[in-house]
């Protein structure tokens, strides 16, 4: 089982899923996030069928962390049920020090010595 793992949300517009982005990589809940094109949604809400406008996220994050980023994700989300959904990573067909990197980004205490340069 990988340790590292994919979060998929979906946000109203850009500026709200960025800055729920922004404050998750800052208290080092997840390495990256990457905000996508807006896209078009149809789903069931409440007996009917309805349709908008969403902006999806996508979060890099670690087991360790990932429900924690969950907690915080639905805490600051507008939504009543927000998409928040956790995907494990096949370790063994990824770039082993891309996940190496997410690891250590979302560690309590980074190591200084990530940062040096060359």
Known sequence: MSEIVLVYTTWPDARTAEAAGLAAVSERLAACANVLAPMRSVYWWKGAV???????ML???TRAQ????????IAR?????PAVVALDIASDAS???FLNWVA?????TPDPSDNLVG
């Open 59 to 61: 979060l890099k994050t």
């Open 95 to 97: 770039h082993a020090a």
């Open 50 to 56: 309805e349709g908008s406008e969403e902006t999806p």
């Open 77 to 81: 989300h507008p939504y009543d049920l």
């Open 66 to 73: 990932a429900a924690r980023l969950r907690d915080f994700l």
């Open 104 to 108: 250590a980004e979302t560690s309590p």
